[in-house]
């Protein structure tokens, strides 16, 4: 005879803990979860070395190249020639991104790349990367940056500027 | 006359220039800055002279940053009446979600909004969690960046203390 209300007692918690997250979640955006970087298959990613060797070579097309982390970032350093789409953590910033490509043929090749903080914890780059193949973007990469930007691009000598606002051709 | 106006504007240009790519490094004295906590109240890293000061920068975004939070409060409150002051730089496009996280999660030490200009003071902030120790003569004593090991941090903090515990 005790199991029924036990039973209704766990619903009641249940439900009272899934109305407090639901709260929390909407008060403050950043405790949602989020997709980790992780989740962004090893064959779509590319490393640091690699992508600064192709930025040096004439031979290779230039991709475009996305930043989709946060402003105050983008702002102190960024990649030559990225664009700022972001954040990728948040609604608007991923609107920022569609509106980005959204007149791109689908198979124009994308590198985005974040690096906030370490990659683990990075809540950008996956949500941007879904982004991309939901709107159906064939050719994405992303920069594994594993430490973050600093560490992982600056301080190795790849090229960085502060220059923005340059690069308003969307027609890549 | 003329010609002194160009001298005088080329070494205004080059003090600039050297001013915004000077990286900070451990042994530099810190870079100075006054700005208003998120409670409108003064906050100037000059005036903590005398005091060993963690500034934190971090943002809500930063799950690492987050993780460090509560600890450097329970710091605030253990070590302050030895001197220890941290100050936070939240490195978030928009106050109000840090309005929002300080209201859930309050911290015992002061929050100001930093931004680009503020990064390239300090080298350039290009990855959270970053935070200095400063020391009581102003000086960089030690620099953490990405997650660190807190209780290295917490030991390296105690031995700086200006005022040891008796």
Same mark, same amino acid.
């Given at each position: 005879?005790?199991?029924?209300?036990?039973?209704?007692?766990?619903?009641?918690?249940?439900?009272?803990?899934?109305?407090?997250? =639901?709260?929390?979640?909407?008060?403050?955006?950043?405790?949602?979860?989020?997709?980790?970087?992780?989740?962004?298959?090893?064959?779509?990613?590319?490393?640091?070395?690699?992508?600064?060797?192709?930025?040096?070579?004439? !031979?290779?097309?230039?991709?475009?190249?996305?930043?989709?982390?946060?402003?105050?970032?983008?702002?102190?350093?960024? =990649?030559?020639? !990225?664009?700022?789409?972001?954040?990728?953590?948040?609604?608007?910033?991923?609107?920022?991104? !569609?509106?980005?490509? !959204?007149?791109?043929?689908?198979?124009?090749?994308?590198?985005?790349?974040?690096?906030?903080?370490?990659?683990?914890?990075?809540?950008?780059?996956?949500?941007?990367?879904?982004?991309?193949?939901?709107?159906?973007?064939?050719?994405?990469?992303?920069?594994?940056?594993?430490?973050?930007?600093?560490?992982?691009?600056?301080?190795?000598?790849?090229?960085?500027?502060?220059?923005?606002?340059?690069?308003?051709?969307?027609?890549? | 006359?003329?010609?002194?106006?160009?001298?005088?504007?080329?070494?205004?240009?080059?003090?600039?220039?050297?001013?915004?790519?000077?990286?900070?490094?451990?042994?530099?004295?810190?870079?100075?800055?006054?700005?208003?906590?998120?409670?409108?109240?003064?906050?100037?890293?000059?005036?903590?002279?005398?005091?060993?000061?963690?500034?934190?920068?971090?943002?809500?975004?930063?799950?690492?940053?987050?993780?460090?939070?509560?600890?450097?409060?329970?710091?605030?409150?253990?070590?302050?009446?030895?001197?220890?002051?941290?100050?936070?730089?939240?490195?978030?496009?928009?106050?109000?979600?840090?309005?929002?996280?300080?209201?859930? @999660?309050?911290?015992?030490?002061?929050?100001?909004?930093?931004?680009?200009?503020?990064?390239?003071?300090?080298?350039?902030?290009?990855?959270?969690?970053?935070?200095?120790?400063?020391?009581?003569?102003?000086?960089?004593?030690? @620099?953490?960046?990405?997650?660190?090991?807190?209780? @290295?941090?917490?030991?390296?903090?105690?031995?700086?203390?200006?005022?040891?515990?008796?």
């Amino acid at each position: 005879m005790m199991q029924p209300a036990i039973t209704l007692q766990s619903c009641k918690l249940f439900s009272a803990s899934v109305a407090v997250w =639901i709260l929390m979640v909407a008060m403050y955006p950043a405790l949602a979860e989020t997709r980790p970087a992780a989740s962004v298959p090893p064959a779509d990613l590319i490393q640091p070395a690699d992508f600064a060797a192709s930025l040096k070579s004439s !031979s290779v097309p230039k991709p475009l190249i996305l930043q989709v982390g946060f402003r105050t970032m983008y702002d102190q350093s960024h =990649i030559p020639g !990225s664009d700022y789409a972001g954040p990728g953590n948040m609604p608007a910033g991923l609107q920022v991104l !569609s509106d980005r490509v !959204s007149a791109l043929p689908k198979e124009t090749a994308i590198v985005i790349y974040c690096g906030c903080c370490p990659w683990s914890s990075c809540p950008n780059i996956a949500a941007a990367y879904d982004k991309l193949y939901g709107l159906g973007f064939t050719k994405v990469k992303v920069l594994y940056i594993a430490d973050n930007f600093g560490t992982d691009w600056v301080d190795k000598g790849y090229p960085a500027t502060k220059d923005h606002g340059l690069h308003t051709d969307t027609s890549r | 006359m003329s010609k002194s106006l160009c001298w005088i504007a080329a070494a205004a240009l080059l003090v600039l220039l050297c001013g915004a790519t000077t990286a900070t490094k451990v042994g530099d004295v810190a870079p100075d800055f006054a700005r208003a906590d998120l409670a409108g109240r003064p906050v100037h890293l000059a005036d903590y002279r005398g005091k060993l000061v963690l500034l934190n920068f971090w943002a809500t975004w930063c799950a690492p940053c987050r993780k460090e939070m509560p600890l450097f409060s329970m710091w605030q409150r253990d070590y302050g009446a030895q001197g220890l002051q941290i100050v936070g730089v939240s490195m978030d496009d928009d106050v109000t979600s840090v309005k929002q996280l300080l209201a859930q @999660r309050p911290v015992q030490y002061p929050i100001v909004m930093g931004d680009a200009k503020l990064g390239a003071q300090f080298g350039g902030v290009l990855g959270l969690p970053l935070s200095f120790l400063i020391d009581a003569q102003g000086r960089i004593v030690a @620099r953490y960046q990405g997650e660190s090991d807190l209780a @290295r941090m917490e030991a390296k903090l105690k031995e700086l203390l200006p005022r040891q515990r008796q």
